[in-house]
C-alpha cells in the first residue's frame, strides 16, 4: 500500500475499524439510526454505541446496503488488516511508535514524575499549581490504594537515562478499564503515544485481569 501519511492510514485504519464493528453489531445500529430524530443525533448515537468518533460514525451512517453482504465484509476486514500492517511499518514520521526502547511503570512521588503530572495538570486542567498538582496525586494515590486504578509513566529509555514523557492512566468503571493517556505537548506526532498505549495495554491487562480495557484518549 503508497498511503505513507501517518495520521491519513490512522484515520482510515479508525473508519475501518468502526465499519467492521458496525456490521458484527449491524442490529443495534440499524435501531439507534431509526430511533434518532435526525441525522445529527443519528451520528451522535452511533459514536456512542461503537465507542468512537463522530467522524467515524459519519461514515458508518454513509455505508451503503451493498456493503453488508459476507463478500464486502471480508473486505473491510482484509483493509483493516492492510491497514495495520502499514501503521506497523511507517516508523520514519513517528519512530517511538514501535515501543522499542520505552517503558511504562508506576507513577512515584520522585521530583520528576510529579513535574510531569505538572505539565500534565497544567495541559489537560489548565492549571498546573502545587494544590492542583497535590489534588490529582492524592486522586492517583487514592485510586491505586483501593486497587480501582493503575497510573503509569511512560518513559524513553534510548538515552542515557529515562525520560518521563507521558502518562497512562487505567481507572475502573464496573467491570471496565478505562484507558486514558497522555504525552508531553512537544513530544507529540513522533508516536510517544501509539508506543505508551501498546505498552499500557500489557500492563493493565496484568493488573486487571478478567476487565475489558476501554481506550479513551487524550487524559
Known amino acids: 500500500?503508497?498511503?505513507?501519511?501517518?495520521?491519513?492510514?490512522?484515520?482510515?485504519?479508525?473508519?475501518?475499524?468502526?465499519?467492521?464493528?458496525?456490521?458484527?453489531?449491524?442490529?443495534?445500529?440499524?435501531?439507534?439510526?431509526?430511533?434518532?430524530?435526525?441525522?445529527?443525533?443519528?451520528?451522535?448515537?452511533?459514536?456512542?454505541?461503537?465507542d468512537t468518533t463522530e467522524f467515524c460514525a459519519e461514515a458508518v451512517l454513509n455505508l451503503p446496503f451493498r456493503r453488508l453482504t459476507k463478500a464486502e465484509r471480508?473486505?473491510?476486514?482484509?483493509?483493516?488488516?492492510?491497514?495495520?500492517?502499514?501503521?506497523?511499518?511507517?516508523?520514519?514520521?513517528?519512530?517511538?511508535?514501535?515501543?522499542?526502547?520505552?517503558?511504562?511503570?508506576?507513577?512515584?512521588?520522585?521530583a520528576a514524575?510529579?513535574?510531569?503530572?505538572?505539565?500534565?495538570?497544567?495541559?489537560?486542567?489548565?492549571d498546573g499549581s502545587k494544590e492542583r498538582v497535590a489534588a490529582e496525586q492524592a486522586r492517583g494515590n487514592a485510586l491505586m490504594s483501593d486497587e480501582s486504578g493503575m497510573w503509569l509513566v511512560a518513559e524513553d529509555l534510548s538515552g542515557d537515562e529515562p525520560t518521563p514523557v507521558g502518562f497512562a492512566f487505567g481507572e475502573l468503571e464496573g467491570n471496565d478499564v478505562e484507558v486514558r493517556i497522555w504525552?508531553?505537548?512537544?513530544?507529540?506526532?513522533?508516536?510517544?503515544?501509539?508506543?505508551?498505549?501498546?505498552?499500557?495495554?500489557t500492563e493493565l491487562a496484568a493488573y486487571f485481569p478478567g476487565s475489558t480495557l476501554t481506550v479513551r484518549t487524550p487524559a
Request: a negative charge.
Open 113 to 126: 514524575d510529579l513535574q510531569l503530572l505538572e505539565a500534565r495538570c497544567a495541559d489537560q486542567l489548565g
Open 1 to 50: 500500500m503508497a498511503q505513507t501519511n501517518h495520521d491519513q492510514v490512522l484515520d482510515r485504519r479508525e473508519i475501518a475499524a468502526a465499519l467492521l464493528r458496525a456490521l458484527e453489531q449491524r442490529h443495534e445500529v440499524l435501531d439507534a439510526i431509526v430511533e434518532s430524530a435526525d441525522r445529527a443525533e443519528a451520528v451522535a448515537a452511533i459514536a456512542a454505541l461503537l
Open 183 to 201: 504525552v508531553r505537548p512537544e513530544l507529540r506526532k513522533q508516536g510517544y503515544g501509539t508506543a505508551t498505549l501498546k505498552q499500557a495495554r
Open 74 to 110: 471480508k473486505k473491510i476486514r482484509e483493509e483493516l488488516e492492510d491497514l495495520d500492517a502499514v501503521l506497523h511499518w511507517t516508523t520514519a514520521a513517528r519512530p517511538y511508535a514501535t515501543g522499542a526502547h520505552f517503558r511504562v511503570r508506576p507513577i512515584t512521588e520522585t
